[in-house]
């Protein structure tokens, strides 16, 4: 978790939402993804903060991320799915937890940004890897 709350010219989050796993390993490797990206954008003057939250087997949910979010202070919240393919996941139950999320804090947009695997740099860092792992 990182961020600035309090100051009124950071109104950004972005909560990365992974599907959860039974493996406490594999659920602290996204909040580290989350801090990474938080330092990241730590320079940006519109970041609020940035989150993790899970689909399922983990906590936060999806929901309870984009409150945490809201309660922080965030005027707009990007939920960005940290999912490869466009399956039953990416398709129906996020924007389902999306769209109760906007029904519950109508004053706050929330946006529900595109899947990780659809992202057009995807296939240049897996070159970028293979070729690091060829070394």
Not at 1 to 14: E, I, L, N, Q, T
Request: with cysteine; charged share 25%; glycine share 8%.
């Amino acid at each position: 978790m990182s961020g600035a709350g309090g100051d009124p010219g950071r109104h950004r989050a972005v909560l990365i939402v992974a599907h959860g796993s039974r493996r406490a390993e594999s659920n602290e490797e996204v909040r580290r993804l989350a801090a990474r990206v938080a330092e990241q954008l730590a320079a940006d003057p519109a970041i609020l903060c940035v989150e993790s939250a899970f689909l399922e087997l983990a906590e936060p949910d999806i929901g309870a991320g984009i409150d945490r979010c809201v309660a922080r202070g965030a005027r707009e919240v990007i939920v960005l799915p940290y999912f490869l393919a466009a399956g039953r996941h990416v398709q129906q139950d996020i924007p389902e937890w999306v769209q109760a999320a906007r029904d519950r804090h109508p004053e706050v947009c929330i946006v529900l940004g595109p899947h990780l695997g659809a992202s057009e740099e995807l296939a240049a860092l897996l070159i970028r890897l293979g070729h690091r792992a060829a070394r």
